[in-house]
């Protein structure tokens, strides 16, 4: 791993990877990652993107999501309220209109029978 950051690999890696480590030390990056874990992790924090920084921006990433879906989830109630009152005032609206409609026919039938 020092070899690589200071640009003394023997295989001329230039970049700090998991797999750059293991390929100058002659191993399976499996190897790395299931025998020598602390390896790994220091080569993931050299990077910038150790698994703890990870964990704690996926952790605030799923709180900020659970808020938003819990802001979301209330308004889906309230339009569904909405709609429901919606329905409701269109039924009696729709109501009243047959009932005129109603009058009105009947009062046109009374005309037309005038004799």
Not at 62 to 88: G, P
Request: glycine share 4%; net charge positive.
């Amino acid at each position: 791993m020092l070899r690589i950051q200071k640009g003394r690999s023997k295989l001329g890696e230039k970049k700090l990877t998991i797999a750059s480590v293991a390929r100058e030390a002659g191993v399976s990056t499996a190897l790395i990652h299931n025998h020598y874990p602390r390896i790994a992790e220091d080569i993931r924090d050299a990077q910038g993107r150790s698994s703890r920084a990870q964990r704690d921006d996926k952790h605030h990433e799923l709180i900020t999501e659970r808020s938003r879906n819990k802001e979301l989830r209330k308004e889906l109630d309230e339009l569904r309220l909405k709609v429901a009152k919606l329905a409701s005032l269109n039924e009696v609206l729709l109501d009243e209109n047959r009932t005129i409609k109603a009058k009105e026919h009947r009062s046109v039938t009374s005309i037309g029978r005038l004799p």
